[in-house]
Structure formats: structure tokens, C-alpha cells
């Protein structure tokens, strides 16, 4: 199983923009999630085509199953 936590931000020009961090260390401490997309934020590190972050909009984990068939 594959998990990854996606953390999503609104950008200057009201897009969403996601963040991906595979593996999180689990379980998810909501505040610790809510504090690094803040300083996230405010270091003003990121930058996409919609502009920069400006807010925090959500935070998921997606858990994905992978299987391999070996065909040849």
C-alpha cells in the first residue's frame, strides 16, 4: 500500500495548488498539518503559474493498492 498526503493550497489567483508527501509518518497529527502548511506559507518557498500560496484549503492522505502481474 502506497499512502501520500496531499496538501492543498489556494494560490494568489484563486486556484488550488497540491502538495504530495509520500510515506507520512502516521497517524496525522491534524495541528502538526495545519502549523507546516502555515510556514509553508509564510515562506513564500512555492510558487506555481496561479501565483503563490496564500492559504491553507485542505490536507487528505490518499491510499492507493498497487498490483503487479509479471506478464512475461
Given at each position: 500500500m502506497a499512502k501520500t498526503l496531499e496538501?492543498?493550497?489556494t494560490t494568489e489567483f484563486g486556484k488550488t495548488a497540491n502538495l504530495s508527501v509520500d510515506n507520512p509518518k502516521e497517524p496525522i497529527d491534524?495541528?502538526?498539518?495545519?502549523?507546516s502548511m502555515a510556514q509553508i506559507i509564510a515562506s513564500e518557498v512555492f510558487t506555481t503559474a496561479s501565483g503563490k500560496f496564500v492559504a491553507a484549503k485542505g490536507?487528505?492522505?490518499i491510499d492507493r493498492n498497487v498490483t503487479d502481474y509479471v506478464i512475461a
Open positions: 496538501l492543498q493550497f491534524e495541528e502538526v498539518v495545519k502549523l490536507a487528505r492522505v
